[in-house]
């Protein structure tokens, strides 16, 4: 095992502390403490985090240190042992789930444009590295896949981002396109065509429309080329019974199962973008979900003397003469036991249902 490394500080005077000397393990989780006044923030701020700042600045051409301005050394004799360094504020951070050390230091952002572009692509499916496929191999899997089928070859244009994209449409159409589609429905361009500005969105051009076989290979091959230009290199292939995407690209496929990946940018890796976030939190990392055993902590009791313990016991309010009409609906009483209740009562009780009710106004 190799030894332990120390940051050493020697001779420490900065504001409260009295030509102090210190040795601080490097690697390691380390805990300033003491009375207020005694000098933690002077030790921890003022002493090392200054001196690895000033140390990395002076690492700059002498062109990059005029826009940032000169530092004063510390108050210290000597720090061996000091590595660049970050500090956070010793301020009240927005409480926000979003803010992490990674966001607040910006480490994240750095981290985020390394694995985009220093990164090699595994498949989820086999693990294999990720190739990439020339446009006679993207033609033969579409040719193997899909004989005998009719599809539409589309090129990725927008994907997860806001916008109303009227200038986009308009462009489209003068390159001779006539059907885009957008958030999964395919649609004829017309005039004046935009977006919901505050939504995210998704959007394909379709390149063309075509049946699969070996009579249509050179259209296929042209197809293949202007969807590749268009796309930025990747196309998608829809077939029209399944309505089901496969994206294809000369970046980025598995070589076994033939799944493809766009090419990897920041936001793919930011769980604050739809395109990166997980789909079931968000992006979070929690989930809210309700316990059913404190709503309905006694299934034996009635709706009516208090079995959902949000509602309380039976009273002459709105709620109540939603839940009597249900009941009349699925022929229960609100005295009958939360257990005896059916089922699909319940189900609509708890979280709603796609039936409409009338409750009558008395």
Request: positive net charge.
């Amino acid at each position: 095992m190799k030894d332990q490394e120390y940051i050493e500080v020697y001779g420490a005077r900065a504001h409260n502390l009295k030509n102090i000397d210190v040795k601080i393990p490097r690697e390691k989780l380390v805990v300033i403490t003491g009375l207020s006044g005694s000098g933690k923030s002077s030790l921890a701020f003022d002493t090392i985090y200054a001196e690895g700042q000033r140390r990395y600045i002076e690492t700059f051409s002498a062109y990059a240190r005029q826009f940032l301005g000169g530092l004063e050394r510390p108050d210290v004799d000597k720090i061996e042992g000091l590595s660049p360094v970050i500090s956070i504020e010793q301020k009240t951070t927005n409480k926000s789930p979003r803010s992490t050390v990674g966001t607040i230091t910006e480490i994240y952002d750095f981290l985020r444009l390394l694995y985009a572009r220093a990164a090699d692509a595994y498949s989820y499916n086999t693990d294999e590295k990720m190739v990439r496929y020339s446009d006679e191999q993207i033609k033969d899997l579409i040719l193997k896949e899909y004989q005998g089928k009719k599809i539409a070859v589309l090129a990725p244009l927008i994907k997860s981002r806001k916008g109303h994209y009227r200038e986009l449409f308009e462009q489209v159409a003068k390159q001779g396109f006539v059907r885009v589609r957008v958030d999964g429905e395919i649609k004829e361009i017309t005039k004046g065509m935009k977006l919901d500005r505050y939504k995210t969105h998704d959007i394909e051009v379709v390149i063309d429309r075509l049946a699969v076989n070996y009579t249509a290979e050179k259209r296929l091959e042209e197809t293949i080329k202007t969807a590749l230009y268009t796309g930025d290199n990747i196309l998608m292939v829809i077939a029209v019974d399944t309505e089901k995407p496969r994206y294809f690209s000369r970046e980025l496929m598995c070589p076994t199962t033939g799944i493809a990946y766009p090419n990897p940018e920041p936001n793919t890796f930011s769980f604050n973008s739809p395109k990166g976030a997980c789909s079931k939190c968000n992006g979070l990392g929690t989930i809210h979900e309700i316990n059913i055993q404190k709503v309905i902590p006694d299934p034996s009791i009635s709706i009516k003397n208090g079995g959902i313990a949000p509602l309380g016991e039976q009273k002459n309010s709105w709620i109540f003469k939603q839940l009597e009409t249900i009941a009349n609906r699925y022929a229960f009483q609100l005295t009958d036991p939360i257990q005896g209740i059916p089922k699909e009562a319940l189900e609509v009780i708890l979280n709603g249902g796609k039936e409409s009710f009338s409750v009558a106004q008395k």
